[in-house]
């Protein structure tokens, strides 16, 4: 079946109507959500995920047999992605180069969720400047299996608070698995080394302030049942999950950007959005980090004012 195709602002001929090999596959056996199910998801949702993911080198989580089997992590572009899809050749840390997709249309989403690609994981930097990144980015894991909301919902607020002081603009979201990321957008003009040891220094703050309830210590064995502030997704090459991603847990929930004001809305979890009424959601707000990257700020600048705040 031969599909209609226009060109994308590369000028490449992307297809705009593409076949789903087996869209009746269950990928989510739980709640009996298909590969249809998904690829409509990502379909209807383009215009909102898209701005969050162009230009962003991709990693993609794929279940071809379901969320109940063995999945895996396709970093490079194999030989049967088609030529339209958008690449990007990197650097390696350990050496050499490697060439990665990028979801710049809905063709291409349309392309990944045919491939049971469900969750979709960009880098914080963009392809042009793929060693600045263009936001600093702080996961807040709850110790245990099901975790401790009520204290991510607090350690946001409070990290919200440091991170406006020193003059940053914070955005939350729900994971879509048990807790939550607070980002802030920054110009691009220092390096995933740099952006790294400044949100460890603001995470150290933070553990400083409340070192009974929180953590940075990487090992689970030595947190204590403490929250760990992560910061290790700040490096190059590592990848964080997109806004408005599926992820592929029972359920199937999505990765949620929030107002502030929600995180005290009642029953609130980092699983409350999933693909039964994700879109009802998109139809009733804006999403809340939309241009969010206009809103950029100096690294170097929050650094001072966060050693000021330290004096």
């Known amino acids: 079946m031969r599909s209609k195709r226009v060109a994308d602002m590369s000028g490449k001929s992307v297809p705009q109507n593409l076949a789903l090999s087996n869209p009746g596959k269950i990928l989510f056996p739980k709640s009996g959500f298909t590969k249809a199910n998904l690829a409509d998801y990502y379909q209807q949702a383009s215009p909102i995920i898209l ?66 690609g469900i969750t979709l994981h960009p880098w914080l930097s963009r392809a042009d400047r793929p060693d600045l990144p263009d936001r600093v980015l702080f996961d807040l894991d709850p110790a245990g299996d ?89 490096g190059y090459g590592q990848t964080s999950v997109a806004p408005y991603a599926v992820r592929a847990l029972p359920g199937a929930p999505v990765a949620t950007p929030l107002e502030w004001s929600e995180l005290t809305a009642s029953g609130l979890g980092p699983q409350s959005f999933n693909l039964g009424n994700i879109l009802t959601r998109l139809d009733q707000q804006p999403d809340p980090w939309q241009g969010m990257g206009r809103h950029g700020r100096s690294l170097a600048q929050a650094r001072r004012n966060l050693q000021n705040l330290a004096d």
Request: glycine share 10%; hydrophobic share 40%.
């Open 146 to 234: 099901r975790g401790d909301f009520p204290l991510v919902i607090r350690t946001a607020g409070m990290l919200r608070t440091l991170l406006g002081r020193i003059g940053l603009r914070p955005y939350v979201m729900t994971t879509g698995s048990r807790g939550l990321h607070v980002a802030a957008p920054l110009l691009r003009k220092e390096s995933f080394e740099q952006v790294r040891a400044f949100a460890l220094e603001v995470a150290q703050r933070l553990v400083g302030e409340h070192p009974d309830v929180l953590t940075t210590e990487q090992r689970i064995a030595k947190r204590g049942g403490r929250l760990y502030l992560d910061v290790t997704r700040n």
């Open 51 to 116: 701005p969050h993911l162009k230009d962003r080198p991709l990693m993609i989580q794929r279940f071809p047999e379901g969320i109940n089997s063995e999945g895996f992590y396709q970093k490079e572009v194999v030989g049967h992605f088609p030529a339209w899809i958008s690449r990007v050749r990197l650097k390696k840390k350990e050496g050499g180069y490697i060439e990665q997709a990028m979801a710049n249309n809905r063709s291409t989403l349309l392309y990944i969720a045919d491939l049971a």
